[in-house]
């Protein structure tokens, strides 16, 4: 047992270091950690040290280009525009995050019940799961968001109906092929129920490529949720939400070229950096989830 319990550790510590040396020669990784943690300090204490209001107006200095009291400028009611980003910034974190996790956890334990259960169950679970992948997520959040009505809420309702089925999906599949499994069988033959199958044994075994995924899809819930308050189904004025800002400032492009240029920056570095950090994970991960394979 003891010879055991010091295998079990010298495979985690190996597990371990391989991850840190994967990190240390993943430049683009370290990239995408240093944005995603910038994004995070800046969200959390941005709005804190930030002398502004993000919805007091100041008509007198409205359309102010970038100076040092206003790094980003003013918009056109004179609100300081680097104040509303960092406020943003939590709203568009904060959207993504719970979104991604409505995802997770609804995608995986749809997967997991038709990948182990099979038979009928797994044909229903997966035709709707074909169904949802048969139309454009963002072309039926816009559907969905228009029938419910413009709000943060309903958006977030909207991404979190669209995008699950990815989950069940790459789940599903990796139940299918470990389900069969000596482990599996071995538990199944102790008289073990499914339920502790599933949670002690499959759940484990799919969590890295399902981390990858949610880490991926972080990027894409703010592209959407920011192409939604951009046509103005999301976060109304005066919310200082990224994709609002879009839509407010570009009607002002020619004579406050910041208005625009800001928010999509913001945007643009904040999905880079998820998807340079998911790239990472999926490097690091996939051979370590493939050695645990081999030792089951």
Known sequence: MSDRAANR?????????GWTDGLTADRLGQFGIGVVLTLLVLAALGPVVSPYDPAEQDLSNRLESPSLSHPFGTDQ???????????????????????????????TAVGLVAGYAGGWVDEALMRLVDTLLAFPGIVLAL????????SLVNVMLALAVVGWASY??????????LREREFVTTARLLGRSRMHIATRHL?????????????????????????????????????????TM???????LR????????????????VLGFNLLGDSLRDM?????????EEL
């Open 77 to 107: 009611l004179g609100r300081d525009v680097l104040t509303r980003l960092l406020h943003g910034a939590r709203f568009s974190l904060g959207i993504a995050v719970a979104v991604t996790t409505v995802r997770l956890l609804v995608g």
């Open 255 to 270: 004579q406050a070229w910041w208005l625009v240029n800001a928010p999509g920056l913001c945007i643009m570095v904040t």
């Open 168 to 177: 069940a999906r790459l789940v599903r599949s990796s139940v299918l092929s």
């Open 143 to 150: 559907v969905i968001a228009g029938i419910l009505g413009p």
């Open 246 to 252: 879009l839509a407010s400032g570009r009607n002002y």
């Open 203 to 243: 759940l484990p075994n799919v969590v890295a490529p399902v981390v990858v995924l949610a880490t991926l899809d972080i990027g894409s819930v703010i592209l959407g949720t920011a192409g939604l308050s951009f046509l103005g189904l999301g976060a109304q004025p005066p919310t200082p939400e990224w994709g």
């Open 285 to 293: 991960l996939s051979p370590t989830q493939t050695a645990q394979m």
């Open 9 to 17: 550790r010298k495979r985690q510590a190996d597990k371990r270091q």
